[in-house]
T-cell receptor, first 113, second 115 residues
Framework: QKEVEQDPGPLSVPEGAIVSLNCTYS??????FMWYRQYSRKGPELLMY????GNKEDGRFTAQVDKSSKYISLFIRDSQPSDSATYLC?????????????FGKGTHLIIQP | DGGITQSPKYLFRKEGQNVTLSCEQN?????MYWYRQDPGQGLRLIYY???????QKGDIAEGYSVSREKKESFPLTVTSAQKNPTAFYLC??????????????FGSGTQLSVL
């Protein structure tokens, strides 16, 4: 069983829809959870950073962590064509630092105008 | 503007050739990283360096080498021993200190292809 599972997509939704992106994981030691957005042939950029369980909101983006289910989500409200990108989840255990990060394979999201 | 600069954007390697990918940062970050990204794959860690003159192997270090002679620079050499080098290579750095060390800042990447 892979440590982090993420559906590669593509996920295609109409403009204005609410998007839900998800990752599941198996390592119960993971405490730090991140979402990165990557445009084609560009480097990923950090969108959301969450420690332990709960929700975090930033503008149209909401990150949710459910440690009991080992499941994290990223919601995008009022989706725009500019949100079309690959979204990578990443997570690590305490003390691991960035060298201990485990990435999902990424979900390719397409927002149709 | 502070950031990470990778060059070149595209690189071609001939059989048996070593090639070097450049990574420079002006963020004053201590830690730097090299990742490899293949289509449909997650990011895989090649090498990382927490301080100058020190570096550690990541999950897929075979066929690669690095140096860290300056804080700002962390070049990656893809040697002829790497038999499948075609991939998108990403350099990153992270914030120093006990908190937020997991947050990575990435360069724009180098696409390496084999001729």
């Amino acid at each position: 069983q892979k440590e982090v599972e993420q559906d590669p997509g593509p996920l295609s939704v109409p403009e204005g829809a609410i998007v839900s992106l998800n990752c599941t994981y198996s390592n119960s030691a993971f405490q730090y959870f991140m979402w990165y957005r990557q445009y084609s042939r560009k480097g990923p950029e950090l969108l959301m950073y969450t420690y332990s369980s709960g929700n975090k909101e930033d503008g149209r983006f909401t990150a949710q962590v459910d440690k009991s289910s080992k499941y994290i989500s990223l919601f995008i409200r009022d989706s725009q064509p500019s949100d079309s990108a690959t979204y990578l989840c990443a997570m690590s255990a305490p003390g691991g630092g960035a060298d201990g990060l485990t990435f999902g394979k990424g979900t390719h999201l397409i927002i149709q105008p | 503007d502070g950031g990470i600069t990778q060059s070149p954007k595209y690189l071609f390697r001939k059989e048996g050739q070593n090639v070097t990918l450049s990574c420079e940062q002006n963020l004053n970050h201590d830690a730097m990283y090299w990742y490899r990204q293949d289509p449909g794959q997650g990011l895989r860690l090649i090498y990382y360096s927490q301080i100058v003159n020190d570096f550690q192997k990541g999950d897929i270090a075979e066929g690669y080498s690095v140096s860290r002679e300056k804080k700002e620079s962390f070049p990656l050499t893809v040697t002829s021993a790497q038999k499948n080098p075609t991939a998108f290579y990403l350099c990153a750095s992270s914030i120093p200190g006990p908190t937020d060390r997991e947050k990575l800042f990435f360069g724009s990447g180098t696409q390496l292809s084999v001729l």
